[in-house]
């Protein structure tokens, strides 16, 4: 967003992090807010948060917890912090609210916000769902934006998903941390040139895809081969064919190093029977 504070001093612009309900976990919103980062994270509605302790007893240790709050049991609700509703043109009402100052148990001074959004127009189905919820770290997003921002997820997974199987991301096989780091750069340079290769106006449409829409990445790599060849390269031509000299005398490479597998468990030994 152009008039939120960056969040790093190498940021042009503060980081918004938007992801779907597996990442409201508290590690992950612990991880984000010492880097800095907002987030608009999808939340379950059966998560348990606990609002500020109130003290009631003057004996006794002091509570950790304040009363519960959860989605999906409005009778732990309560009265909103902050609402605000909207009525499109259509005729389909929009109604957000926002909890302040929520915990999780696993991370008592982690401050979160709680967002409700609710939306006549959705299908009432899994995967439009009438009822959202969401959880923030900080009020970077107003709350007439929550809608508008989480849309622009939709467009990263794509995004994703084109790095991944177009451009083989997670394809290519190495064997260490700073191999794969380089390949990521190689990867995003490679991006970066399919983006800026649109302005030529040179790509290959399927027969089901609208040429009105702006052109894609995707569709500009389909003609790169033909666009590389009239804009040429300052690399050398490759050497012809041949026998390769092969190693030198007396050379013996290390063993490649090997790394135990990681699992989600451990394995316990087996118990000797009897």
Known sequence: MPNCKPSSPSLARRVILLA??????????????????????????????????????????????????????????????EVWSEQPPEGRHVHI????????????????????????????????????????????????????????????????????????????????????ERWSWLVVLVFNQLYLARQLGQALHRPWESTDRPVTPQQVRRVMPTILLQVGTPARPCQPRGKSPGRAKGFRPEPAPRFPVVRKTLKEPLKASG
């Open 97 to 180: 609210s926002r909890w302040n100052h929520l915990h999780f148990q696993q991370d008592r001074e982690l401050d979160l916000s709680v967002i409700r959004v609710e939306r006549e127009a959705a299908k009432g189905t899994k995967r439009d769902p009438r009822v959202s919820w969401f959880v923030m770290l900080d009020e970077s997003v107003p709350l007439p934006q929550i809608e508008k921002q989480y849309r622009r997820r939709f467009s990263q997974e794509h995004g994703y998903r084109f790095l991944k199987q177009d451009l083989l991301w997670t394809r290519v096989h190495v064997r260490t941390p700073a191999q794969f």
């Open 20 to 81: 779907d309900r597996w990442y409201g976990t508290p590690t992950f919103l612990r991880a984000c807010s010492e880097l800095g980062y907002s987030v608009l994270i999808r939340l379950k509605s059966n998560r348990k948060l606990y609002r500020v302790p109130v003290r009631r007893h003057k004996r006794g240790a002091p509570p950790k917890d304040g009363p519960l709050f959860q989605g999906k049991r409005p009778e732990t609700h309560g009265q909103a912090d």
